[in-house]
């Protein structure tokens, strides 16, 4: 079964940075050969997207939000993909999930593209 992981969520101070993991359980998914996409969901709050980077890492693309803050990149070595957050606001508090899409050098902020998910990872920004 495929499986990611994320990982570096936390508690924050506004302003503050955090930088969150994505990566793949065992030997069961390559991600370098998908496009990554990051998504997060406050309560009471629909799925929404925040950025994406193609499989070779060469084009990236954000939700307005978040651009100019938020930095998206992947080690395909290591199997990894990466969200830097910073200068982070209270309005981004939300459980932040990573998915993977089989259209490698797409760019979709729609979760149905996506058809890998990981567990989440809870990032909470306090005033």
């Known amino acids: 079964q495929v499986q990611l992981v994320e990982s570096g969520g936390g508690l924050v101070q506004a302003g503050g940075s955090l930088r969150l993991s994505c990566a793949a359980s065992?030997?069961?998914?390559?991600?370098?050969?998908?496009?990554v996409g990051w998504f997060c969901q406050a309560p009471g709050k629909e799925r929404e997207f925040v950025g994406t980077i193609n499989w070779t890492g060469t084009s990236t693309r954000y939700a307005d939000s978040v651009k100019g803050r938020f930095t998206i990149s992947r080690d395909n070595a290591k199997n990894t993909v990466y969200l830097q957050m910073n200068s982070l606001k209270p309005e981004d508090t939300a459980v932040y999930y990573c998915?993977?899409?089989?259209?490698?050098?797409?760019?979709?902020?729609?979760?149905?593209?996506?058809?890998?998910w990981g567990q989440g990872t809870q990032v909470t920004v306090s005033s």
């Open positions: 998915a993977a899409s089989v259209y490698g050098h797409g760019l979709h902020s729609t979760p149905t593209m996506y058809e890998y």
């Open positions: 065992g030997r069961t998914l390559t991600l370098s050969t998908y496009a």
